[in-house]
C-alpha cells in the first residue's frame, strides 16, 4: 500500500520491464555476435582455399574456351614438377644438346600467354598454342622438331626475349638458387628467414606470434576481437620487418614468399615474391616453403 501510495509499484513493474527488456536485447546481441563469428571463420576456411583452387580455375578455363570453340587443340606430351636430381636431369639434357649450325636451336622466354611473339608462333608453328597454355615460360625447340619442350621456372627472365643459337640459353639463376640469397616465409603468425649461399643454408632465424585465428562463441564482442587480432598481427608484422631488414642488406637476392594476406607489407623489402601455403614451425615452414618455391613445371610439346 505505501508503495503504490509512493509510486513504487509503478517504478519496480517499469523497472521489471526495463529489465526483461534488457535480457531480450542481450541475448540478440549475444546471437549476433555468434552469426558474426561464424561467418568469420567461414571466410577464413574460405581463403585458405583460394590458392588451391586458382591453379585449378586456370585449368578448367582452357577446358572451357576448347570446348566452346569445338576447335581440336595440341595436347601436351607431359606435364612434370621438376626439383633437385631430377631438374638436374632435364637441365642437363637440354644443355647437352648442340647444333654445327649456329642457328639451330631456339630459346625465347615468354612472360605472358595472351601476347606470343611472332617469332615464337613461328618457331613452334601449329604447336604454338600450347606455349600460350604454358607461360610465363623459357621454351626450347630446335629447326628440325626433335626437341620441343617450355619451362616454368621460380624466377624467370625480367625481360622477354626469342633468339637462334647453337645450344639453348638456360641460365642457373633462372632456375636454382645462386650466389647469396635470403629467402624468408611470412606469415600472420610465423616468420622464417634463412640465408643461402649456392643452394645452401649458412644462416637461420625464426618468429613465432600469438594470433587469434577464430573467434570464440561468448567472451568479448566480434569487433573486439578482430581489433585485438588485428594488433596482435600488426606487432608480429614489425618483428618481420625488423628482422628481414637485418637479413637482406647481405644477400644478392631476396625472396619472400607466403599468405597473400601479409605478403604486401614486406613486398618493399624483396625482389621477388610469391603466395606459399606452407605452415608449422619456421624452420620446417621454411624447408617446405624454400622446397616448393624452387621448382620448375615442365611442359613435353
Same mark, same amino acid.
Given at each position: 500500500?505505501?508503495?503504490?501510495?509512493?509510486?513504487?509499484?509503478?517504478?519496480?513493474?517499469?523497472?521489471?520491464?526495463?529489465?526483461?527488456?534488457?535480457?531480450?536485447?542481450?541475448?540478440?546481441?549475444?546471437?549476433?555476435?555468434?552469426?558474426?563469428? *561464424?561467418?568469420?571463420?567461414?571466410?577464413?576456411?574460405?581463403?585458405?582455399?583460394?590458392?588451391?583452387?586458382?591453379?585449378?580455375?586456370?585449368?578448367?578455363?582452357?577446358?572451357?574456351?576448347?570446348?566452346?570453340?569445338?576447335?581440336?587443340?595440341?595436347?601436351?606430351?607431359?606435364?612434370?614438377?621438376?626439383?633437385?636430381?631430377?631438374?638436374?636431369?632435364?637441365?642437363?639434357?637440354?644443355?647437352? !644438346?648442340?647444333?654445327?649450325?649456329?642457328?639451330?636451336?631456339?630459346?625465347?622466354?615468354?612472360?605472358?600467354?595472351?601476347?606470343?611473339?611472332?617469332?615464337?608462333?613461328?618457331?613452334?608453328?601449329?604447336?604454338?598454342?600450347?606455349?600460350?597454355?604454358?607461360?610465363?615460360? !623459357?621454351?626450347?625447340?630446335?629447326?628440325?622438331?626433335?626437341?620441343?619442350?617450355?619451362?616454368?621456372?621460380?624466377?624467370?627472365?625480367?625481360?622477354?626475349?626469342?633468339?637462334?643459337?647453337?645450344?639453348?640459353?638456360?641460365?642457373?639463376?633462372?632456375?636454382?638458387?645462386?650466389?647469396?640469397?635470403?629467402?624468408?616465409?611470412?606469415?600472420?603468425?610465423?616468420?622464417?628467414?634463412?640465408?643461402?649461399?649456392?643452394?645452401?643454408?649458412?644462416?637461420?632465424?625464426?618468429?613465432? $606470434?600469438?594470433?587469434?585465428?577464430?573467434? $570464440?562463441?561468448?567472451?568479448?564482442?566480434?569487433?573486439?576481437?578482430?581489433?585485438?587480432?588485428?594488433?596482435?598481427?600488426?606487432?608480429?608484422?614489425?618483428?618481420?620487418?625488423?628482422?628481414?631488414? $637485418?637479413?637482406?642488406?647481405?644477400? *644478392?637476392? !631476396?625472396?619472400?614468399?607466403?599468405?597473400?594476406?601479409?605478403?604486401?607489407?614486406?613486398?618493399?623489402?624483396?625482389?621477388?615474391?610469391?603466395? $606459399?601455403?606452407?605452415?608449422?614451425?619456421?624452420?620446417?615452414?621454411?624447408?617446405?616453403?624454400?622446397?616448393?618455391?624452387?621448382?620448375?613445371? !615442365?611442359?613435353?610439346?
Amino acid at each position: 500500500m505505501i508503495d503504490r501510495l509512493l509510486g513504487r509499484a509503478e517504478l519496480k513493474e517499469r523497472i521489471e520491464e526495463l529489465e526483461e527488456e534488457k535480457r531480450h536485447l542481450e541475448r540478440r546481441a549475444e546471437a549476433e555476435e555468434e552469426r558474426r563469428a *561464424d561467418a568469420v571463420a567461414d571466410r577464413q576456411r574460405a581463403e585458405e582455399r583460394v590458392n588451391r583452387l586458382e591453379d585449378k580455375l586456370e585449368s578448367l578455363e582452357d577446358r572451357l574456351d576448347r570446348a566452346e570453340t569445338d576447335e581440336e587443340t595440341a595436347e601436351f606430351r607431359q606435364m612434370t614438377d621438376a626439383s633437385g636430381e631430377t631438374l638436374d636431369d632435364v637441365l642437363g639434357r637440354l644443355r647437352g !644438346v648442340e647444333s654445327r649450325d649456329p642457328e639451330g636451336l631456339f630459346t625465347g622466354f615468354v612472360p605472358d600467354g595472351d601476347a606470343l611473339p611472332e617469332v615464337v608462333a613461328d618457331a613452334f608453328g601449329d604447336r604454338a598454342g600450347l606455349i600460350r597454355r604454358a607461360a610465363p615460360a !623459357v621454351v626450347c625447340t630446335d629447326d628440325a622438331g626433335i626437341v620441343s619442350a617450355a619451362l616454368r621456372p621460380p624466377l624467370p627472365p625480367e625481360r622477354a626475349f626469342a633468339n637462334w643459337g647453337d645450344d639453348f640459353r638456360l641460365e642457373e639463376q633462372w632456375f636454382r638458387p645462386t650466389g647469396r640469397l635470403a629467402f624468408a616465409l611470412v606469415r600472420s603468425d610465423v616468420f622464417a628467414v634463412g640465408t643461402y649461399e649456392d643452394g645452401e643454408r649458412v644462416a637461420f632465424e625464426g618468429i613465432e $606470434s600469438e594470433v587469434k585465428e577464430t573467434h $570464440s562463441k561468448g567472451g568479448f564482442s566480434q569487433g573486439r576481437f578482430e581489433r585485438r587480432r588485428e594488433g596482435q598481427i600488426d606487432d608480429h608484422l614489425k618483428k618481420v620487418r625488423a628482422a628481414l631488414e $637485418s637479413t637482406v642488406d647481405d644477400a *644478392d637476392r !631476396v625472396v619472400v614468399v607466403g599468405e597473400r594476406s601479409v605478403l604486401g607489407e614486406v613486398r618493399d623489402l624483396a625482389d621477388h615474391t610469391d603466395v $606459399s601455403d606452407a605452415t608449422g614451425k619456421p624452420k620446417p615452414a621454411l624447408q617446405d616453403a624454400f622446397r616448393d618455391f624452387w621448382t620448375t613445371r !615442365v611442359y613435353a610439346i
